[in-house]
């Protein structure tokens, strides 16, 4: 399969990078030359634009930032709409509004191009070490079409349903990974505050029921105050936005999302929106201090 990938950043450049080994011929374009030439360095193809990367393409994917980038990308004159030949897959795995995903589905659908919206939780160690959780919206024909590439990307794969339910699977993700940030930095400054060492007791913790991942990857860091991105607050910020919006349109009251979007709001404002998401302990620490 010929593979175009537009949007190398944290997550694309080494999703990109994993596609180049598993022997996919992979022509890349990003806004961003450094992306372009980190894959070319690991032998994939560069493109100065999306017409060029997706010309020839069997499926492109996209990993951009957010949901007007991605229209952008999809339906501008330049766009992959416009110059991907039908048949072609398109494979949106950016994190975007459940709504945007349905028109851009719609738009491909039209020319017969198939889509599939395909966010990804996992983080950088995820899309490097191509272990990802994979959630995919569409139809399930194409999904299965397409298992093998994702296959590469990820390990835990599923179809959630049709277009969009890939990005309300996100949401419902980002909203349990925020709210987690949240309650490790306030255990984190309740340990601090009470002279009991952090490190010991975060171990405890990360070995019983409250362990997670995040406990795993990220409490040393947290610990620390090293906040290199990973994630951007920037980023989790927008999806709480969608999380919040996603709620409303489902009629459903969600509590603990609304004061993780506040608390995650709060980063932003106070200028750490390109700080890793593990940075909330600065709004929590900025409340006791
Ligand atoms: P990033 O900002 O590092 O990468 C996005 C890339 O898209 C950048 O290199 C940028 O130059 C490029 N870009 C923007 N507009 C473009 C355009 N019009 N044409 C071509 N390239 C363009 O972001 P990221 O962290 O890689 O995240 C990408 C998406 O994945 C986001 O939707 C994010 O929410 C989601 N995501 C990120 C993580 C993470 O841990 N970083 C985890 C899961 C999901």
Do not use: C, W
């Amino acid at each position: 399969m010929n593979a175009a990938f537009v949007g190398l950043g944290i997550m694309g450049g080494p999703m990109a990078a994993n596609l180049v080994r598993a022997g996919y011929v992979v022509t890349g374009y990003d806004l961003s030359p450094e992306g372009v030439r980190r894959l070319i360095d690991v032998g994939g193809k560069g493109a100065a634009s999306v017409p060029e990367a997706v010309a020839g393409a069997d499926v492109v994917i996209t990993m951009l930032p957010d949901s007007p980038q991605v229209e952008e990308v999809a339906f501008g004159a330049d766009g992959l709409l416009e110059h991907g030949r039908p048949g072609m897959f398109h494979v949106d795995m950016s994190t975007i509004k459940p709504e945007t995903s349905l028109r851009v589905a719609q738009a491909a659908t039209i020319k017969g191009i198939r889509p599939l919206d395909a966010p990804v939780s996992g983080g950088e160690r995820g899309a490097i070490d191509g272990t990802l959780s994979i959630m995919v919206g569409g139809d399930p024909d194409d999904y299965e079409a397409v298992r093998p590439l994702l296959a590469v990307l990820g390990t835990t794969l599923r179809h959630v349903g049709p277009s969009g339910a890939g990005q309300t699977v996100k949401a419902a993700n980002q909203l349990v990974v925020g709210g987690i940030y949240g309650l490790v930095a306030e255990a984190i400054i309740l340990l601090e505050a009470s002279g009991v060492d952090p490190e010991s007791g975060l171990d405890v913790l990360a070995g019983g029921l409250a362990g997670s991942r995040i406990l795993e990857l990220r409490r040393h860091s947290m610990i620390k105050r090293e906040f290199a991105p990973g994630f951007r607050i920037d980023l989790h910020h927008k999806d709480m936005g969608i999380a919040i919006a996603a709620a409303r349109r489902a009629g459903v009251a969600l509590p603990l999302t609304g004061v993780v979007a506040e608390l995650m709001a709060a980063a932003k404002a106070q200028g750490h929106g390109s700080l890793d998401h593990s940075a909330l302990l600065k709004v929590i620490e900025r409340l006791n201090t």
